[in-house]
């Protein structure tokens, strides 16, 4: 009974760090099954959960397993006749860590929510009479007379004043001199595309200047006799001080052996949130230790932005622009991502979002899965005449801006590599472009990097771009509830399910593996799929080494692909389930091989 219930907490890393004497209380009344089944858990963790593994600096390492093999332990109990309670406690606990950081990100982003909101007010109803006084009353309306998230209300009203100002398409004021809260805003108080690069930017008074990458002891030390820490260290950086463990940081290398290695988990590594998020490396500090963002390095993917629990990393916006459009009654079309399912809530169906875009002063509305349907068939021809043929050794994806810039940036050498279509957004924008020649089109999705792309392509014919989040203070801005708005029906120009499932990891793969199998049946189909820039940059490594050859990659900067973007308002989980099976439901289910002749360019 004690070498079962060692396996389960002293060498399953989560299971010690998160809950042994949960999993003590829990288990038990399984005692005796445990027992009987002592060999079988033998095997099982010693195969399944114990082995070495190696980071990239060669050093040894635990290997810490993550949810497919805790759901294979719940299959283990599940076969040894354990209570379905027994199962369901040991899930909301795995999950719990999860549910907590959803939640603050939560609050994150109802504070931009609200930002969002007040600026679209602006741009709908402010005069140029009003204008200033309206920016500038901003702050007063958002933070109460009582602090709620910072230590005063003085600096909750500085970091919302900066927020004001990125969600105009400003950039944050110099903290060395002074600089008016609307200072610009006569540049920007126009009803065309504008914002100030940097897109991403760091609010310095937002910043708490997390430590980055540090091992620190904890109080949770036992100053065991073993001291494993001690003798794994390669730099003889740990000492026993007053009975505990101390690392010297002058000496320390950061290579995590001694966390590793502690059987209380009694070391903690620090780091950044957005740093720890950022697959490019891009997240340094300025001198006073505050995060930075290194724009040589950004891709904008805007993970940074969503990982922060400060709330102090920032994208700039259109949304003041955009609504001041709204309101001069220009013909605006938009064009919406298909990962808009379920973004606005679980009973919005396609009908009553698009009605709700109506209300806000669209006049149309068009799906940029007709574009990726057009990309799908474009890219299958471009594997079955290039990749196939062996004139290319692999082709890229280009539907996702910040893993094609981070593939310019890091591999230079692999640009003739990267598919020369025309990404999603830009296919359709052409299209509307072509049946409307004087509307102005925006594109609406779940992407901080598409603002990039709509400035960096040369004719883009992308006017605005805007976020799901930003949508969502825009119908706030208006009291329009996309719940309660009346049910339209299905436009002509609809897309294949091909389309709309380039909304998640795989799906772009998906779409171009079936389309050569319909089209190209005699074509061998191998491809490879890469989500987070971290894994694409391993991908890429590879693929430059010639390890990954005669193959289409797909890259995804957003882990699970578009539903999991930086500028989304619903969870991945949910998402992914309420896009599949609109995805399963929606006819054709692929496109028509005549789009491979449509000219757009």
Request: proline content about 4%; overall charge neutral; charged content about 25%.
């Amino acid at each position: 009974q004690t070498i079962i219930l060692h396996y389960f907490c002293a060498f399953n890393y989560n299971l010690y760090r998160h809950f042994p004497q949960v999993l003590f209380s829990v288990f038990s009344e399984y005692i005796e099954k445990f027992t009987m089944a002592y060999w079988f858990c033998v095997y099982f963790f010693q195969k399944m959960f114990i082995f070495n593994s190696y980071d990239n600096k060669g050093t040894n390492l635990l290997y810490v397993p993550g949810k497919k093999h805790f759901l294979l332990l719940i299959l283990f109990l599940i076969y040894f006749n354990m209570k379905e309670k027994c199962v369901e406690n040991i899930l909301l606990i795995f999950f719990e860590k999860e549910k907590l950081y959803a939640k603050s990100r939560h609050t994150s982003k109802q504070i931009r929510r609200k930002i969002f909101t007040e600026i679209a007010k602006i741009g709908f109803e402010s005069t140029d009479e009003s204008l200033i006084h309206d920016i500038e009353s901003i702050p007063y309306n958002i933070v109460e007379e009582r602090a709620k998230y910072r230590e005063s209300i003085y600096r909750e009203r500085a970091v919302a004043s900066e927020r004001v100002r990125l969600a105009m398409g400003l950039s944050l004021r110099p903290e060395n001199r002074s600089v008016h809260l609307t200072d610009g805003v006569k540049a920007s108080n126009i009803d065309e595309k504008y914002y100030e690069p940097p897109l991403m930017q760091v609010i310095p008074s937002a910043c708490s200047a997390c430590e980055s990458n540090k091992y620190e002891v904890s109080n949770m030390c036992r100053g065991c006799v073993a001291h494993p820490c001690m003798l794994t260290c390669p730099k003889g950086a740990i000492s026993m001080v007053d009975g505990k463990s101390f690392i010297d940081q002058d000496k320390c290398i950061h290579c995590g052996r001694c966390k590793s290695v502690c059987p209380y988990d009694a070391i903690a590594h620090k780091e950044r949130p957005c740093e720890r998020a950022c697959g490019v490396k891009a997240i340094e500090s300025d001198e006073q230790g505050r995060a930075s963002i290194n724009q040589d390095k950004c891709v904008s993917c805007g993970m940074c932005m969503v990982s922060c629990p400060f709330g102090a990393i920032s994208d700039k916006s259109q949304i003041f622009q955009l609504s001041h459009a709204l309101r001069e009654g220009t013909e605006i079309i938009a064009e919406v991502a298909p990962a808009y399912i379920n973004q606005f809530g679980e009973d919005v169906t396609p009908g009553k979002f698009r009605s709700a875009l109506k209300q806000l002063g669209f006049s149309n509305i068009y799906e940029v899965a007709l574009g990726a349907d057009i990309g799908c068939i474009s890219e299958a021809h471009h594997y079955a005449k290039e990749v196939a043929t062996g004139n290319l050794p692999f082709l890229l994806t280009s539907c996702c801006p910040s893993w094609s810039v981070m593939a310019k940036k890091y591999f230079p050498a692999m640009i003739d590599n990267i598919s020369q279509e025309l990404t999603p957004m830009v296919a359709t924008a052409r299209i509307v472009k072509k049946e409307h020649p004087n509307a102005k089109v925006v594109f609406i999705g779940p992407c901080a990097s598409k603002k990039l792309e709509a400035m960096a392509i040369r004719e883009s014919d992308v006017d605005f771009v805007i976020t799901f989040e930003e949508l969502w203070g825009l119908f706030d801005a208006k009291n329009i509830t996309p719940s309660t708005c009346e049910e339209l029906p299905e436009e002509t120009q609809a897309a294949t399910a091909a389309g709309r499932g380039y909304a998640i990891a795989g799906g772009v793969a998906g779409a171009i593996e079936n389309c050569l199998k319909e089209y190209y049946p005699d074509v061998p189909v191998h491809i490879e799929h890469a989500e987070s820039l971290a894994e694409a940059k391993k991908v890429l490594t590879l693929a430059k080494a010639g390890k990954i050859k005669n193959c289409m990659i797909e890259g995804m900067a957003c882990p699970g692909g578009c539903i999991g973007g930086a500028g989304t308002n619903a969870g991945f989980a949910k998402t992914s389930k309420a896009l599949k099976k609109y995805v399963d439901t929606s006819e054709p289910k692929l496109p028509s091989q005549e789009l491979e002749n449509l000219e757009l360019n």
